[in-house]
């Protein structure tokens, strides 16, 4: 069974730097073809794509997010970390990671984490 | 690049068959995923691969895609089903691309 889980800090102030961890059990991240992804969605708004990390250490950002970006992983440990700099209040929203099977489709979720950005 | 186009909301009475579509250009030569949100809860996958249902999913999700258009059918819609639902795809410059979503309403 796939599990995934979301940490991190759950309020913000503006400027500061937002570092969420993955801790992930059920699979391994060496597996050819899986990946792990973030994505969130804001308060009353639609699902957004953020990064993405594959098996073999490939990365992709979402292009309108990716200069404040970073994804990485640790195998060792079952984790994926993804940190956004410049965090503003617009950036309020639910944190997901997701298991990304080799085919492509996300099939496991975690609970999410909400982050909030307020001076 | 693909933006996905949904009807912001769709409503349905129980038992009966809706309809959610997902539109892009020549969105029917690659493949589209389907996913449900509900408030509080995690994105449940519902479909991938256009038509293929993942194992835990009912019968009375079924997925189709051809032309520009995707849809999202549910047969003998249950109260439960209220939702949001949305279609996503893997796109050569953005990766991976949500529709804006769709809000079922059962009533």
């Known amino acids: 069974q796939i599990t995934l889980k979301e940490s991190g800090p759950t309020l913000l102030k503006p400027t500061q730097t937002l570092t969420l961890t993955c801790t992930f059990s059920g699979f391994s991240l060496t597996t050819t073809g899986v990946g792990v992804g973030w994505i969130r969605q804001p308060p009353g708004k639609a699902l957004e794509w953020l990064a993405l990390i594959y098996w073999d250490d490939d990365k992709q950002y979402s292009p309108y997010l990716k200069t404040r970006l970073t994804i990485t992983k640790d195998t060792s440990k079952n984790r994926v970390v993804l940190t956004m700099t410049n965090m503003d209040p617009v950036d309020t929203a639910t944190y997901y990671c997701?298991?990304?099977?080799?085919?492509?489709?996300?099939?496991?979720w975690g609970q999410g984490a909400l982050v909030t950005v307020s001076s | 690049s693909n933006e996905l186009t949904q009807p912001p909301s769709v409503s349905v009475s129980p038992g009966q068959t809706v309809t959610i579509t997902c539109s892009a250009d020549k969105l029917g030569e690659t493949y589209v995923f389907w996913y449900q949100k509900k408030s509080g809860q995690a994105p449940v996958l519902l479909i991938y691969q256009d038509v293929k249902r993942p194992s835990g999913i009912p019968e009375r999700f079924s997925g189709s895609n051809s032309g520009n258009t995707a849809t999202l059918t549910i047969s003998g819609t249950q109260i439960m089903d209220e939702a949001d639902y949305y279609c996503q795809v893997w796109d050569t410059n953005i990766h991976v691309v949500f529709g804006g979503g769709t809000k079922l309403t059962v009533l």
């Open positions: 997701a298991h990304r099977l080799p085919t492509r489709e996300f099939d496991s």
